[in-house]
T-cell receptor, first 115, second 112 residues
Framework: AQKITQTQPGMFVQEKEAVTLDCTYD???????LFWYKQPSSGEMIFLIY??????QNATEGRYSLNFQKARKSANLVISASQLGDSAMYFC????????????FGTGTRLLVSP | SQTIHQWPATLVQPVGSPLSLECTVE??????LYWYRQAAGRGLQLLFY??????ISSEVPQNLSASRPQDRQFILSSKKLLLSDSGFYLC???????????FGSGTRLTVV
């Protein structure tokens, strides 16, 4: 079964608007971490934001916030005030358990920001 | 500061030729190291990971192998490349538990 599901292959948003990228996950481990990465056309993977399963508040990093709904097993990325430079692939990933880290990635969402 | 180096950036190799991709990390000791592959337009697939020198775990049986001859060096190899080995190969290392991976810049391999 898929551990990380990103159902949106592509998303479009206008500059300065907010956009939500969906991510659902599947785990029976009570301890896990959720990550979002950005991959521009150059191919590099850029870490954006992290949410731990025991964190009480939603994570925020500048224009990025993570809408963490534990009961629904969803960890959606919200980008506020989109910029042209936000156009990229976005990947959701999960680490299960404590200790050694092994990240499992979703298939990604391609975001296009238009002027 | 901690950095990760991966080379070459691009590589075109004929079918049946050998492969060696190298990844080195600076500024840390005993990192966890990973090799991922990304097929065109797809997500990342974990190929190998290593928790220490000489310790290699394989996630997917395939035509590739990995080695860790030194603490901060991780090598991905193949004796004979297949067309299906084409893809974007990313090396990564893990930092603090809540910081995920730090990735190298990747190698785009095309097998012809």
């Amino acid at each position: 079964a898929q551990k990380i599901t990103q159902t949106q292959p592509g998303m479009f948003v206008q500059e300065k608007e907010a956009v939500t990228l969906d991510c659902t996950y599947d785990t029976s481990d009570p301890s896990y971490g959720l990550f979002w990465y950005k991959q521009p056309s150059s191919g590099e993977m850029i870490f954006l934001i992290y949410q731990g399963s025991y964190d009480q508040q939603n994570a925020t990093e500048g224009r990025y916030s993570l809408n963490f709904q534990k009961a629904r097993k969803s960890a959606n990325l919200v980008i506020s005030a989109s910029q042209l430079g936000d156009s990229a692939m976005y990947f959701c990933a999960m680490r299960e358990g404590l200790g050694f880290q092994k990240l499992v990635f979703g298939t990604g969402t391609r975001l296009l920001v238009s002027p | 500061s901690q950095t990760i180096h991966q080379w070459p950036a691009t590589l075109v190799q004929p079918v049946g030729s050998p492969l060696s991709l190298e990844c080195t990390v600076e500024g840390t000791s005993n990192p966890n190291l990973y090799w991922y592959r990304q097929a065109a337009g797809r997500g990342l697939q974990l190929l190998f990971y290593s928790v220490g020198i000489g310790q290699i775990s394989s996630e997917v049986p395939q035509n590739l192998s990995a080695s860790r001859p030194q603490d901060r060096q991780f090598i991905l190899s193949s004796k004979k490349l297949l067309l299906s080995d084409s893809g974007f190969y990313l090396c990564a290392w893990s930092v603090a538990p809540n910081y995920g991976y730090t990735f190298g810049s990747g190698t785009r391999l095309t097998v012809v």
